[in-house]
């Protein structure tokens, strides 16, 4: 994840020292033209790479995300908060589903994207490492996580991948909803008895560090994303995404009398950039490689899932297995 100065050209000589020049100038001219590369079109085994990597981790995190927010399906605060949450989370493993489909068309299968996921080969948010203590985590999550991810993911989803662009729309539609729900419980603790307003107060306290990891490293030391943004995979920095969502979400928190745990928090009235304590990026470098809160746990469950839903797979593919219409 982390490196120093311009590895991009670096990188692009020596995975790109066997692609037809040609070709690879006409890929560039493409996208420069702002056209969507599809699956049977020439694309260099880079950006193949570059895609499958940031399509699987993305997919990786829609269903692993979905685990601290499942876990308070049973526990929410009323039977319409439970079935709002619940197909919250119904959403948010289908998302996984569209991400998974749109990276096989890259040449991975879904099944090997889920052994290296449960054998810890491929990443995910780290955010999602963290546990969900009380119902006022999972309002943080609805709301202000799947904000962030909206943040990334609207502006993804003019890239140029038309699989990946695809599936972004389809998935922001469905999370600018998700959005709504997540405020509107915040709201209802923020706004509510002392008790749920400092329970609301505490689940901003402990998400607040995640939530600054979650738009990835500084660019200043960010590898993979000046590649991604050469190929407009990615269509905006990690450093652009957070700054938008704290002009966006700062505002909207503070409103609400909730406090941010930053004593440097503050927008620059001459850069009208906002500025704030440096992320620990050690922490993130730490979470992300598998040494979080709930890294063991949240695999576990995920194996156990596979584990448990191995006979469904192999009774599907047997060469007998066959529809039956059903009975009228």
Same mark, same amino acid.
């Not at 607040?208 to 994303?225: E, L, N, Q, R």
């Given at each position: ?159 140029? #991948? ?86 966006? #979400? ?79």
């Amino acid at each position: 994840m982390y490196g120093g100065g311009n590895v991009f050209e670096t990188m692009k000589a020596t995975a790109l020292a066997d692609e037809d020049p040609v070709k690879l100038a006409e890929f560039e001219a493409r996208i420069d033209r702002g056209e969507k590369i599809e699956p049977t079109d020439w694309m260099p085994q880079l950006y193949r790479k570059q895609l499958i990597r940031m399509i699987e981790q993305h997919a990786h995190s829609e269903i692993i995300g979905a685990l601290p927010e499942g876990t308070w399906i049973t526990r929410a605060p009323g039977f319409k908060r439970k079935l709002a949450l619940m197909a919250k989370v119904q959403d948010e493993v289908g998302h996984g589903q569209l991400l998974y489909s749109a990276a096989e068309t890259l040449g991975k299968s879904r099944e090997a994207m889920l052994d290296d996921l449960v054998s810890g080969k491929s990443k995910y948010s780290n955010i999602f490492n963290y546990p969900a203590f009380t119902w006022a985590d999972s309002c943080f999550i609805s709301w202000l996580v799947d904000a962030g991810a909206i943040v990334n993911q609207v502006a993804n989803s003019k890239g140029s #991948y038309g699989p990946y662009c695809r599936a972004l729309e389809r998935i922001c539609a469905e999370e600018s909803f998700h959005l709504k729900y997540g405020h509107h419980c915040v709201i209802h603790l923020a706004t509510g008895t002392k008790k749920q307003r400092e329970m609301m107060q505490a689940a901003v306290n402990r998400w607040w560090a995640p939530m600054m990891h979650f738009f990835g490293p500084s660019d200043k030391i960010s590898v993979h994303s000046e590649i991604l943004m050469r190929w407009k995979v990615k269509m905006a920095s990690n450093d652009a995404c957070r700054q938008q969502f704290l002009d966006m #979400y700062v505002p909207k928190i503070w409103e609400l009398g909730l406090t941010i745990p930053d004593e440097k928090l503050r927008k620059n009235p001459e850069t009208g950039e906002w500025e704030f304590t440096e992320p620990d990026w050690e922490e993130f470098k730490r979470v992300i490689n598998g040494d979080g809160p709930c890294n063991k746990e949240r695999l576990a469950v995920r194996k156990l899932a596979e584990e448990r839903g191995r006979w469904v797979r192999k009774a599907l593919l047997a060469p007998k297995a066959k529809y039956v219409t059903p009975l009228a």
